[in-house]
Every structure is written in C-alpha cells, then in structure tokens.
C-alpha cells in the first residue's frame, strides 16, 4: 500500500490540466496534451497550408476538425462565390488542405457545417475533460461541457496541429456562484451580460471561470453555452461549468461521442469532473439570481450593459471605471447623452445569430414573440441559423415561416453580420439590436451602432421599431 499523500483539492479545471500535463517547461510554462483542433476557413487554411510549407502534417488527424463558417455569405444559393473579394480564396485553400492533410471538413453543403461553436457540441466533438483549441476567441463557449477549451492564434494552431501539444503558463482559477432563480423572461444571454457588466471587460483576465450555482445547474446546455460563450468578453482564459446529467443527456448519442461500452468508460470519468471542497480559487463571485433583468448595451463594449429600462449610466456611476476619455467616445460614437432612454432608441436594422444565441432554443424563444406580429417598417432584421442542422431542425418546426411572416430575413448557416468580415455589414450610423457578443466600434461594418441584447430583446424591438423590453409586449389583437 502506497504510503503517499492524497492529492490536495482541485479545481475542475486544475484537474484537466493536471490530467494532460506532459512536463513543466521553462519560463514557469506547462507543455499541455491536446485533445481536439478546430478550424475555420478564416485562420484555418493558414495554419494547414504554412504546415505543408513546412513539410510538416497532421499528427492526429482525426481530432481535427474544419468548417465553413467566417467568410461564407448566408444568402439562400450560396456557393464558394464571397461578398469579401479574397474570401473564395479562404474557401479554396482550407478545402484543400484539409483534403491534404486528411482531416474532417464540414464544408458548404454538407449537413454538418455551421458555426464551430455550434456544430462541435452538436455532433459530440467537445466532450467533458477534453482540451480543445480553436483559432477563434469565443471557443471557451464549448467549456459548458465541461471541457478546457480556449483560443489560439494560427501559429499556436500549426504548432498544435504538428504535435497535438502547447506550451501555456496555467491560468489562475475564478469561481463565479450565481445562487437563486432567474426571473421570468430573463435569459442566459441577460446572465452573461450582466455579469460582464459588473466585473467588467477585465475582469477575468489570465483565469479560467468556472461557472457554479444552483441558477447555472438548471440552465440546459445551450444557455450554458451562451453564459461560456461571453466569458471572452470579461478577458478569461476559458470557462468551464461542471458536467452533470443535463450534459450527458444532451451528449449520448451524438456522432462523435463515445457508445456502447465506451460511454460507461467515459461517464465514469465524466463524473468525476468537478471541484472538490476545499478547492483554491484566485478569485470568487456570487450573484443572486434575482437581481438580474433584461440586458441591453449602450456603448461600445459588452462591459456597458444596463437593464433595459435604466438610463444611460453618468459617468460616476458606472460599476466598471472607464477612462473619461473612453465613456465620452462611446457615448459619442452612439450618439447618446447621459441619463437617456434606451427603450426611446429607434433602431434601424435587427440581427439574431452567431456562436452565442442563434442554437434552436434561441430561434424558439424568439419566433414565440414573433408569432402573429410584424416587424416595424423600416427595419431591415435577418436571422441566421447558427448551422445546417439548426435549420433543418427550425424549418421541420416551421419556425422559418414564422420568422418570414414577420418580416424577417430567413438566411443559410454561417457567423454572418457578427462582424463584416465576410463583406456584408450594416450602414454607417445605422443603429442595430444585436444577439451577437461584441459591439464594438464598427463590429458590424463601419460607423454601424451595435446595441447586444437576448433573442427575445431582438425580437421585441424588431417589432417595436424602437429597443424594447419583451415583458412589455402588446398583446396580439
């Protein structure tokens, strides 16, 4: 019998770190085993193509995974042709090289293909405990599963691609404890930005969050995924929730997860997947549950978020301390002034999609407001599925006549107008509601005024002609 100590308590995300550790390096950094790669045509075929130019390949091929998703239009009949001028360039040279290299592609097309955030948990390519990396800043959203997942740039990508290891300094450990009930017609998406809001665009830099409380223990797993998915906007290095039986559930079965004999292995381990008592964090929050409303931004950083029905913040009386100078060219760039009324805002266009909120649960709760109303005229809106099979599974609900009923644009799967990357953006000066995660200037094309809220916010406004709190809806005469 081994006389050794006991390990001391650990993290949930110590203990995947822990389990692909390989060796301590130089420079207090860690050489770290990873499990899975994903790539899209934006940052991938770079990475693949500088790996040929090196006379290098694929270590493991069948953990790497490509999609379509970046630079593709979204418009019905869309073909390798892009709105950016060198996008098909992108295309071509991903397919390529993932053909090349022997990897798995989900290109236009194929019924897989879709937003890498969504199209990986649904075909059961992220599973608890595994290390994930992504050329993609929001790929910490997969951590919901209870996965170390995180974004690289593209020379971290060749390198992981030639290896399957990295060289990472490990990150410190945060524990954000959100206790009680949500209210009615509050969402994930509420959660996440009022969280942001109150922590500010800095406020997990250089740790992994993990999620915790009996309010992130009744979301399922796509609103896991929206809270996951703005942990980039607070700086983290990733996040993580602890895997339970609404992940297994959501998991067994899917293509890429583990079956027969080998999902009783996997569960076993699975189960073990959480943070002992008595576990160290650097740092720990606790949020009531009640305290959180409707979201909605009003400047130029997922940070300046406010409940709907607040006016814009003085200066003195913001929560997160911006530099004047900052506060005054948001409010300048938006064109508001101190103490003004979001709900008064006319808006110009409304979009719902991208890797935080354009999953089928999203587009349910967002057709349910839809029903029966009219989008105000005047207002362009479009909705973007955030993959193939979510609009095959929409369409077979027949959410897509919904969405047209109202007035909505109906459009193909891809990140679409998150930003305008792939050549399509909003006008200059156009104010536009936005289930999307960054605001930024000129995030939706230049000059464009972003405002981030829920689905049903999107919604909601979309309707109204003006930023609108969903709760407040006329009823249908």
């Not at 709105?83 to 798995?104: C, D, N, S, Y």
């Not at 508001?336 to 999203?362: E, M, V």
Request: net charge negative; hydrophobic share 40%.
């Amino acid at each position: 019998m081994s006389d050794s100590a006991p390990p001391p308590p650990r993290t949930l995300a110590e203990k995947i770190w822990w389990d692909h550790r390989i060796a301590e390096m130089d420079g207090g950094t860690t050489l770290v085993l990873i499990d899975r790669i994903l790539l899209h045509e934006r940052t991938g075929g770079v990475a693949l193509k500088s790996l040929s130019a090196a006379n290098r390949s694929v270590m493991v091929p069948d953990q790497v995974f490509a999609t379509m998703d970046h630079i593709v239009d979204t418009f019905p009949g869309r073909t390798d042709k892009t709105l950016m001028p060198t996008g098909t360039a992108f295309l071509i040279a991903t397919r390529e090289a993932a053909h090349e290299h022997g990897i798995t592609l989900f290109d236009l097309g194929d019924p897989r293909q879709g937003i890498v955030h969504v199209t990986s948990p649904e075909q059961g390519i992220v599973l608890p405990g595994v290390t994930l990396v992504c050329p993609d800043s929001h790929t910490c959203t997969q951590g919901a599963f209870g996965a170390l997942a995180w974004g690289i740039g593209s020379t971290e990508a060749e390198h992981a691609l030639a290896t399957m290891t990295l060289r990472i300094a490990r990150p410190l450990d945060m524990r954000i404890t959100i206790d009680g009930v949500l209210p009615s017609g509050v969402t994930a998406k509420d959660l996440a930005l009022h969280i942001v809001g109150r922590l500010g665009s800095g406020g997990a830099k250089g740790h992994i969050v993990e999620f915790a409380g009996s309010a992130v223990r009744a979301l399922d797993m796509e609103a896991r995924m929206t809270l996951c998915n703005l942990a980039t906007e607070l700086a983290a290095f990733g996040a993580v929730v602890a895997p339970d039986q609404i992940t297994f559930a959501y998991l067994q079965g899917r293509t890429y997860a583990p079956s027969g004999a080998g999902w009783d292995v996997a569960l076993g381990y699975w189960q073990t997947l959480n943070s002992d008592p008595g576990a160290a964090f650097a740092a720990e929050h606790h949020i009531d549950a009640a305290d959180v409303a409707p979201m909605v931004t009003w400047g130029t950083s997922p940070q300046h978020a406010a409940p709907i029905g607040a006016p814009v913040p003085r200066f003195d009386e913001l929560g997160v301390r911006d530099s004047q100078d900052s506060y005054d060219r948001a409010l300048d760039y938006m064109a508001l002034a101190p103490g003004g009324d979001l709900t008064a805002l006319p808006i110009d266009a409304a979009f719902i999609g991208s890797c935080t909120n354009s999953r089928l649960s999203d587009l349910r709760r967002a057709a349910a407001i839809l029903r029966g109303r009219k989008v105000a005229p005047g207002v362009r809106a479009i909705c973007v599925p955030g993959s193939t099979e979510v609009k095959r599974q929409a369409e077979a609900e027949g959410l897509d006549i919904v969405f047209r009923e109202a007035g909505f644009e109906w459009r193909e799967a891809g990140c679409s107008m998150c930003f305008f990357a792939g050549g399509e953006s909003f006008g200059a000066q156009e104010r536009v509601i936005s289930s999307t995660n960054r605001n930024f200037e000129s995030r939706q094309g230049p000059g464009t005024r972003t405002h981030l809220a829920s689905p049903e916010t999107v919604a909601a406004s979309a309707i109204a002609g003006h930023i609108a709190d969903p709760r407040r809806l006329e009823p249908i005469q």
